[in-house]
């Protein structure tokens, strides 16, 4: 007994370096995508190294809810892959220790990342999506660079709705543009100049944008008159710091941002389309699926690597994402069809659990019975055929 408990406690362990060093690999590789868009805030929006950190902070959980299941498949695969590589499970074998009891280390490795997952998908994403919007929508508000948006008509300034067909943020010229000011009582002002510019004000949250020979449109909202100005130039003062006391901040909340106990009141309320009650589902389930993956894709993993001792490190790597993409394309594939009412929810999104435990509860009894199922062939090669076409690319 005390030797199971050795051997339990040693595949565990060895399980725990490849999930970390995958996930934090994994994650990064996600991070990258979203360079693009914190670029662009720093930029347009002004935004500092702390803003920066907070908007990465608040993607992080909506990229680990698929990286840590991933991360998961490629640990179980990697470690018994390599203790196959070494001849340990032959060793363990000889020593009367079947695949069954090897089983639970995997298990309940797979478990405690189903639960960090859950955390996840559950507490993480809503709070750090919901997050996100409003920094978002502060560092828009905070910066009138926001408001100049070329080709839009840009309304983030309170009473103030600012058209620009073009930004130049060097010089900050502005052409054709067209400004409804609303900001006096009963009174819409109308201003359309060919010509501009935006002017900082010092230190403080005040800008100027100064337009040149123009037209104002003054219209009285009460005896509906209207007021014709030509002018050779004009000055439209607007304080960002009043302007952010007068407008509180309203944030309307999708689906993934609404706590578990908001999504489900909101569900048993109902909705006006079947679409958005599909779409409602769907999110729930998928708050639970996604978790329950580590115990599908840690259990299909485990047989593989056992039956997989002629690969690779590298291969093993490339067959748990090959395998995750798998998965990912049937859940993809089980979220379009639910969302259009083909089929239910709960089969959209639990669907590919079953097939991949299912598929992995297949080869663990195959496997335990000396009966291994090999894979085809253009799966086999698949891995090294990537890493074959990557060096390929790299090599000068």
Wanted: positive net charge.
């Amino acid at each position: 007994m005390k030797i199971f408990k050795r051997i339990h406690t040693y595949l565990f362990v060895e399980l725990i370096p490849p999930f970390a060093i995958s996930t934090f690999f994994l994650t990064s590789v996600f991070l990258m995508t979203r360079i693009p868009d914190i670029m662009n805030m720093v930029v347009n929006y002004n935004a500092g190294i702390t803003d920066i950190l907070l908007l990465v902070s608040y993607t992080l959980p909506r990229f680990m809810e698929f990286t840590i299941p991933m991360s998961t498949m490629i640990a179980v695969l990697l470690t018994i892959m390599r203790m196959s590589g070494e001849n340990e499970i032959i060793a363990l074998k000889g020593a009367g220790m079947s695949l069954y009891k090897l089983l639970p280390p995997v298990l309940i490795f797979s478990v405690m990342t189903l639960l960090i997952t859950m955390w996840v998908t559950v507490y993480g994403i809503p709070k750090g999506k919901l997050a996100l919007k409003v920094k978002t929508i502060e560092l828009a508000r905070s910066s009138i660079d926001a408001a100049l948006q070329e080709r839009q008509f840009n309304s983030q300034l309170d009473g103030i709705m600012i058209y620009v067909a073009h930004v130049d943020m060097g010089t900050r010229d502005l052409t054709d543009v067209f400004i409804e000011d609303r900001r006096t009582a009963d009174m819409v002002s109308i201003s359309t100049a060919p010509k501009g510019r935006l002017v900082h004000q010092g230190n403080r949250d005040i800008y100027t944008i100064r337009l040149y020979d123009g037209m104002i449109n003054q219209v009285n909202v009460q005896d509906h008159s209207v007021t014709n100005i030509n002018f050779g130039h004009y000055d439209i003062n607007i304080d960002l710091t009043a302007m952010q006391k007068n407008k509180p901040m309203e944030v309307r909340k999708d689906f993934d941002e609404m706590s578990l106990h908001e999504l489900i009141q909101r569900i048993r309320v109902g909705f006006k389309t079947p679409e958005m009650d599909s779409e409602a589902r769907l999110v729930l389930h998928e708050k639970f699926s996604i978790p329950f993956a580590c115990l599908a894709l840690g259990l299909l993993a485990f047989p593989l690597g056992v039956q997989s001792m002629s690969l690779r490190k590298s291969n093993g790597f490339g067959m748990g994402i090959g395998f995750f993409l798998l998965y990912y394309l049937l859940l993809a594939f089980g979220w379009s069809g639910g969302e259009a009412g083909r089929y239910p929810p709960v089969i959209a999104l639990w669907l590919p659990n079953v097939v991949m435990g299912g598929a992995g509860i297949f080869l663990l009894i195959r496997n335990a019975e000396e009966r291994p199922v090999h894979l085809p062939l253009c799966i086999q090669n698949f891995p090294a055929a990537v890493v074959a076409r990557f060096r390929k690319r790299t090599t000068p």
